[in-house]
Every structure is written in structure tokens, then in C-alpha cells.
């Protein structure tokens, strides 16, 4: 519970960071009103006043957050390859490497909201589609520039592997899921690219 | 609503199927007792004469549906595919794609409480963790046979791919996906094994 004072940050901001707090331990769907209120420390009428519902902020939330982990995601991409679309790729995996391995990995919303809601005209389920879209043609376009083999197909076997260590990592069955996935992914380009044979004993 | 009869299934069974016909629409974890209970034509007293909490029945059917699930699943690799690990591998992965293209296919629901319930302390979400931890094994056992390099991380791999490909579905933006992971891990698996360049054009 914050207090109010000059100095606390606007009731909005206040019920996106509870809603982000309360995203570590459990599915945002499943976030009570009250709960998320008193974490926020701001009153009914508040959050009425910014949003027309829960959903609503659940939303407005998924939509901030995708903005932050495409930036998080780029910066890293940024940081770690050049203008190789082959470096870009790998490096797209060495970022899940960084965010599996942080402490505080509590998953990702977008597929839980996806798993939990199964339907596709929520607009919480709009927001994970537009997340996958994303990260899907992230690889694809990398992979149409490096004339890989079946760029379609690839792109959504990347996107599985991607997505699939995310998901194997919360049921918390192995370790270095991330570095596997990042293992196959560049087998499966070398394989596509046709270098498997230079490459393959680097 | 089944209506009591000398015939009717009992309340238990009726319970479970009841949760099952659910389970397609949303998570089971979301499943109200009062809708159960109207759409299995049961009292609530008898739900509590067979199962302590909801939560309870909720684990009950995940460990039938594990069962039912693994039965569908080796039934398929020995009808597709004969001693070979290679072979039963790759009938692992065609059965990804029999289950993914089929009319009623309504994700995993051990992904979905998983995901949802984030911690690992509930009795479903160790459910979840048992049927990953068994398909692990099922691709580890294989590749260790196959003599395929690095057996463990491979398998891990694998299960990415194959359990990628199901949260991909779900979010349904792609066509083909469970052969973009069959082809996928087709070629991982040559190459594990030394066997890409035989392979490749084939």
C-alpha cells in the first residue's frame, strides 16, 4: 500500500505497477479488484476513473508490457550482433538465455492469458497474438534476407523453440533450457543456410 | 444436465466428464463448482462425497487425462513406427500432428494450470510437471540409444519444440506448425546423429 503524497506516482501508474507486482505470482486474469486495489493503494472510484473495467487495465498493462520487452529484446539484439540477420537470430536466443536465468523469471503473460482465456476475441488473447505475430516475423524476415530454406516453416519452428523453452522453464523440469534452444535454433539455421558441414565442428 | 437414471454413468464419472466438456472452453482451474455441477446433473453433496475440494476433482481428471493422453500417444508411435528410437521419435512428432490438426483440439491442460498457477507447491501443477518430465524422458531414453551427441539437452529441445508447438496453436497464428516442429526436429536429430549428410537430400 503506498500512501498518497505529493510524491507518489499518479493512481493510473500505481495500478499498472500493482497489477505488475501481482503478475509475478499468479495469472493477471486471476487478479481479484480488491486485492489489486490494495496493493495499489487507490480507491474504487480511481480505478473506474481510468478504466471501464479489470480487463480493461489488464490490457492497457499487456499492451505496456509488450512495448518494454520488444525494447528489452531489441536493445539486447542491439547490444550483441551487428547487421548480421544470422547474428541477430542467435543473439534473439542469447536474450532468453538472460531472461530465463534472471531471479525474478516469472513467465511469460501473454501465453498465460492465451492458455487460461483459449478463446481469440478477448482482447487480452488480441494483445499474446500480436506478441507471437511479432516475434515470428522477427525470425522470418532474417530468414527470407539469409535465403534459408522453407523461411515459413523455420520461422515458426524458431518461434516453438522460443516460446517452448519459455513454457518448459515454468514447469521448472530442467536446467538450461534456454542454451538448448539456442543449441537447436542454430543447428536448424546452419541447416537451412547450408553451412551445416563448415560449421558443424566449430 | 443428465438426468438420473438406472443407466446414468455415476456421479463421480459424470463429475470428470463433466470437467472434461469444460475443460474445452476455458481453464479447468476457472471452472465454477455450481457450473460443474449443473452440467454434470449432480448434487453438491456428492461432490464432496468423492472428492474433498474442487481442486481435488481438478487433479483427479488431470491424472486421468495423463493416463487417457500417454495411451493416445504410445498407442500411435506403435502403430507408426517399429523398434527404431529414430523412428519412434519421429511417430512422437506425428502424433503432434494428428492431435494438433484434429477438429476438437483444445491445448494442454497441463500447460494451462501450470502457467496459471505459476508455483509449484499445488497438487495440479505437479501434475503438469509429471507429464513433461514424462515425455523428457521418452525423447532422452531414444537419444541415448541412438547414440545421438548430447542426449540430455537434445531432449530438452525437443520438448521445447513439441510443447511449443502446442502453446503456438494455441495462440493460432501460424498454419502447419506441428510439421514445422516435426521437420524440425527431424533435422536435429540427423544431425545428433551424424546422419545429416546421408539425410539431407533425401
Redesign the interface.
Known amino acids: 500500500m503506498i500512501a498518497d503524497s505529493p510524491t507518489a506516482p499518479p493512481p493510473k501508474q500505481r495500478l499498472l505497477s500493482a497489477l505488475d507486482e501481482l503478475s509475478?505470482?499468479?495469472?493477471v486474469?486471476?487478479v481479484g479488484v480488491n486485492a489489486l486495489l490494495a496493493k495499489a493503494g487507490v480507491a474504487k472510484a480511481s480505478l473506474y476513473d481510468h478504466f471501464r473495467s479489470k480487463d480493461e487495465l489488464v490490457v492497457a498493462w499487456l499492451d505496456a508490457r509488450q512495448t518494454a520487452w520488444f525494447s528489452w529484446f531489441e536493445t539486447h539484439i542491439r547490444e550483441h550482433a551487428g547487421g548480421d540477420p544470422d547474428e541477430q537470430i542467435d543473439a534473439a536466443f542469447g536474450f532468453l538465455e538472460s531472461w530465463l536465468g534472471r531471479d525474478d523469471f516469472?513467465?511469460c503473460p501473454f501465453?498465460?492469458v492465451?492458455?487460461?482465456?483459449?478463446?481469440?476475441s478477448h482482447p487480452a488473447s488480441q494483445q499474446?497474438?500480436r506478441y507471437?505475430?511479432r516475434l515470428?516475423a522477427f525470425f522470418h524476415e532474417r530468414l527470407v534476407s539469409l535465403g534459408a530454406d522453407?523461411p515459413?516453416?523455420?520461422a515458426?519452428?524458431l518461434?516453438?523453440?522460443?516460446?517452448?523453452?519459455v513454457?518448459?522453464q515454468?514447469?521448472?523440469?530442467?536446467d538450461?533450457?534456454a542454451?538448448?534452444?539456442r543449441?537447436?535454433a542454430r543447428?536448424?539455421l546452419d541447416?537451412a543456410c547450408d553451412a551445416?558441414?563448415l560449421r558443424?565442428d566449430v
Do not use: C, F, I, P
Open positions: 509475478r505470482t499468479g495469472s486474469m486471476d516469472s513467465g501465453l498465460t492465451q492458455l487460461q482465456l483459449k478463446g481469440t499474446a497474438r507471437a505475430n515470428h522453407h515459413e516453416r523455420l515458426s519452428a518461434l516453438e523453440l522460443y516460446l517452448g523453452a513454457v518448459v515454468e514447469l521448472g523440469t530442467s538450461r533450457l542454451r538448448a534452444a543449441e537447436a543447428t536448424l541447416v551445416s558441414v558443424k
